[in-house]
């Protein structure tokens, strides 16, 4: 076409043939990207790479199309893993390539036993690994770095050891989509890739260099011996949905940057050593659902002061433990403004004063567990509201005056336990329409006396006379 131009142009004006000549020499071809005058080109794999791509070329010297350093990391971890001894290796774990690379890599249960072998940072690019539930050993390398396009990295349920390295940080691809769940032709949800190193054995400090990680969308480094403080870096990470560093050995407060993660649905903190007050700006995350800063089993936190009234904020959240913590003072009336919440666990505390009236109104409650404090006054008639409760746990306070009759609303009930308070009068009839079902009921250590409900028969243990009036 070019030259047909240039013909025409000669005949009709001859003297800007030149001219013209020069114009069609600088139009220049078009690379695999149609990038015009680019320098990427198709590999020996099939795959467009260099230039605008970024991407390094596939060597396959046996022209199989696929990369033959990729492959050679299958060869290793045939060679690595006796149970994968007798594997072809296209048939290790769940493989998914493209343009002759290596993306995805999943071997779940494949009942490993070892350190993963070096070559697996030679695969530049990877972009899921998933070895969990396995008996992986050795540390996580800082080479991990080298894997610049991982999206997703689950190690958990292993038996890995060392510090979780610095170069993680580097990985600022980690949390962007890297699949999708498709039935039947239709796409249900996008797959956002996490952090999960859970269930190890991973000692030393949280580096603070994971607060690089802005599109990390689920960071899980439970069931470890991390130590040392929460990285005030942490608050960087705005991307994240799940943030759990619970069973650990994490020290001191929690960081107020805490409150920059609006986006976090799970926030699990239990079972550490961290002490301080819970900060105000836990009521900034308006989309937690669980928030856990329990003691856990062990009762290692201590967490002190007041319970913040901000915590009413959190308008979508479901269940709240704050239990086993050496919390004082009243509790927020504004915790009544949870209407979603269905677990409640405050037991085990110091806390003092009245029941909030504004607790009758949380409906959607099933478990209900203030125990073990010094909470005073008397059980309004409004608990009747709750006829969602399947445990109750009022025990071990020092409340007063009778069962209110309402309480026989609460149809649903399973467990209950009003013991070791000042509770006195008369247990109402009304008590034998839940107490056929209970599987669990505790109501000694008080001061009721007879008549007793017709149900309890000569079953008194559940109530105790031992504090009755003569």
Known sequence: MIFNIVFIFYKQMKYIFPFIFIISCSIEPEDCNSDIGGNAYIDQCGQCVAGLTNAEACIDVDQ????????????????????????????????????????????????????IPESIFSLISLESLELESNNLTGSISESIS???????????????TGTIPTSLGNLINIGKMYDSLIVNDTKIWDLYGEINLRKNQLTGTIPPEIGNLENLTSLNLSSNQLTGTIPIEIGNLNSLVT??????????????????????????????????EIPSE?????????????????????????????????????????????????????????????????QGNQLSGLIPHEFW??????????????????????????????????????????????????????????????????????????????????????????????????????????????
């Open 64 to 115: 199989d199309g696929y990369n033959d350093v990729d492959i050679a990391f299958l060869q290793d971890m045939k060679n690595t893993f006796e149970v994968l001894a007798d594997s072809e290796l296209f048939n290790i774990g769940t493989q998914y390539w493209r343009g002759g690379r290596l993306l995805r890599f999943s071997c779940n249960s494949c009942l490993l036993a070892g350190q």
């Open 146 to 160: 080298s894997l610049l396009n991982l999206k997703n990295l689950e190690l958990y349920n292993n038996q890995l």
């Open 243 to 276: 943030l759990d560093l619970s069973l650990n050995q994490l020290t001191g407060e929690i960081p107020p940057e805490i409150g920059n993660l609006t986006n976090l649905i799970i926030l699990r903190l239990y079972d550490n050593q961290l002490t301080g």
């Open 282 to 346: 836990i009521g900034n995350l308006e989309n937690l659902i669980t928030l856990n800063l329990s003691a856990g089993y062990q009762e290692k936190n201590q967490f002190s002061g007041t319970i913040p009234p901000e915590i009413g904020n959190l308008g979508d959240l479901q269940h709240l433990y704050l239990n086993g913590n050496l919390l004082s003072g009243e509790i927020p009336s504004e915790i009544g403004n949870l209407l979603n919440l269905e677990w409640l666990f405050l």
């Open 361 to 470: 109104n949380l409906i959607s409650l099933s478990v209900l567990d203030l125990g073990i404090n010094q909470l005073s006054g008397e059980i309004a008639p409004e608990i009747g509201n709750l006829t969602n409760l399947t445990n109750l746990h009022l025990g071990s306070n020092q409340l007063t005056g009778e069962i209110p009759p309402e309480v026989g609303n609460l149809l649903r009930l399973k467990t209950l336990n009003l013991g070791e308070n000042h509770l006195s009068g008369q247990i109402p009839e009304s008590f034998c329409l839940i107490y056929p079902t209970l599987t669990y009921c505790y109501m000694g250590e008080n001061n009721f006396c007879p008549p007793y409900p017709s149900c309890l028969g000569d079953n008194l243990n559940a109530v105790g006379t031992s504090n009755c009036p003569e």
